[in-house]
């Protein structure tokens, strides 16, 4: 109990954001993934792990699953563990540049328009 508790208070700081959210956009793309070619034509649908997981982040599935892909019908629950927790930092990692990005549109759109008093 105390090593679970412990390492959910490690990986919470890393993680950053509503654990929901991170949840609900990875099971989303997860579900994009699954339901768009070509991973929706691999029948039967337990076959498609390597290629969603591939779909989800192709940066994560080289690094957890590259030099040994799961094999037809294969569960790896330590792997796959390791893919999500890869996948959704790297999520939330695009999400905060994307965020980062706007903010710095919005200033330079707004913070390059000087005051003047001329008008007052």
Do not use: W
Not at 84 to 106: K, W
């Amino acid at each position: 109990m105390r090593r679970g508790l412990l390492l959910l208070l490690l990986l919470a700081p890393v993680c950053g954001g509503p654990p929901r959210n991170r949840d609900r956009a990875f099971r989303g793309r997860a579900r994009e993934c699954e339901t768009s070619p070509p991973c929706a034509e691999i029948q039967p649908p337990e076959l498609r792990a390597n290629c969603v997981h591939e779909c989800v982040s192709p940066r994560c599935y080289a690094q957890i699953y590259g030099d040994e892909p799961l094999e037809d019908g294969e569960v790896d629950a330590k792997r796959e563990r390791a893919f999500t927790l890869c996948a959704r930092r790297e999520m939330h990692r695009v999400r905060a540049d994307q965020l980062d990005d706007n903010a710095r549109r919005g200033r330079k759109k707004h913070g390059g328009e000087k005051m003047s008093s001329e008008g007052l």
